[in-house]
């Protein structure tokens, strides 16, 4: 069963910086595509930041400039980045990961599978 863990939230002052980390597991063969959504309080789901392999990354216009998607192209540990700087109060939010993941289903076949990670708090605050 493949599965979406995210770290790296916590509390931080404005103008500080966090990394986020997405980590698929689970017979992961690669990740396709992975977005970040974050939710504030009393607030809808908005997309953040989106990778998809072969494609160009996209950013919300809020975002644009103070964060940036990756992902791990060198331990091939299956993780997608969100490296957020200059951070602002209004960037406060659970932050969660959303993915089209590749699994090994046998020794020659992959399917795709959608999977949600649980969230990772991000406050922004003095």
């Known amino acids: 069963q493949v599965r979406l863990v995210e770290s790296g939230g916590g509390w931080v002052q404005p103008g500080g910086s966090l990394r986020l980390s997405c980590a698929a597991s689970?017979?992961?063969?690669?990740?396709?595509?992975l977005a970040w959504y974050r939710q504030a309080p009393g607030k809808q789901r908005e997309f953040v930041a989106s990778?998809?392999?072969?494609?160009?990354?996209?950013?919300a216009d809020s975002v644009k400039g103070r964060f940036t998607i990756s992902r791990d192209r060198i331990t091939r540990k299956h993780t997608v980045y969100l490296d957020m700087n200059n951070l602002e109060p209004e960037d406060t939010a659970v932050y969660s990961c959303?993915?089209?993941?590749?699994?090994?289903?046998?020794?020659?076949?992959?399917?795709?599978?959608?999977?949600w990670g649980q969230g990772t708090q991000v406050t922004v605050s003095s």
């Open positions: 689970g017979n992961v063969f690669s990740i396709y595509s």
């Open positions: 990778l998809i392999s072969g494609g160009l990354n996209q950013y």
């Open positions: 959303n993915g089209s993941i590749i699994i090994n289903i046998s020794d020659r076949e992959t399917a795709e599978r959608d999977c």
